[in-house]
């Protein structure tokens, strides 16, 4: 019994510096090719359409891109390079970058060019380029901020989406590349540890 009362403690005090957690998605090696054009990427992992992001490959008379779309509708946006007046690809970040509500968010696909290869040129921030793309979505509580980290090949014959996370803080920005504290991860270890105390106390 006073064990479980030390593991409840060391609960509650993990518990307050957790508060506002970083959700990660844990590493991921998810291709978007010919053979795998359309994947939808479900940052918030709610199930809704909120935080919800289809990655794209497509091909046509050899030219070839890889793209992302958001939606409008769901408060899904992405975050885009401003190129003078105009509106540019979809932002490289690199990690360290903060993600919040002074970025140039988009959501169609026509603005959501990651890599392109046109016979003679190249479009796009992530061609032959790793970095994160910043995201922002609505959920019930709220606007909560995240990134997806993506790699592009150099021709966009395929890309790489190696995770993801967001703020599960509403209006509250992120870092690219930002994953949970220890202390979040103590927490969770903490869990497990009260589940087995129960079990233990219950016999």
Known sequence: ????????????????????????????????????????????????????YLFEHTWWQGDV???????????????????????????RMNA????GADLLWQYTKDNGLLAGYYGTWWGGRFVGEAGYIGVKFDLADGTHYGWIAFEGEQDASWGLVTGWAYEDT??????????????????????????????LWHR
């Open 65 to 91: 891109e890889l793209s992302i779309e958001g939606s409008q509708f769901a408060g899904s946006y992405f975050a885009c390079a401003p190129v003078g007046p105009m509106i540019g690809p979809v932002d």
């Open 96 to 99: 360290g970058d903060k993600i």
């Open 170 to 199: 509403p209006d509250t920005p992120i870092e690219a590349g930002q994953i949970p504290e220890p202390a979040t991860l103590a927490l969770l270890v903490t869990g497990a540890m009260v589940a087995r105390t129960r079990r």
């Open 1 to 52: 019994m006073r064990q479980l009362w030390v593991v409840l403690g060391v609960v509650a005090l993990l518990g307050q510096a957790a508060c506002g957690a970083v959700v990660y998605s844990g590493p991921r090696n998810i291709v978007i090719d010919n053979s795998n054009s359309d994947v939808a990427v479900d940052v918030a992992g709610a199930g809704g359409s909120g935080g919800v």
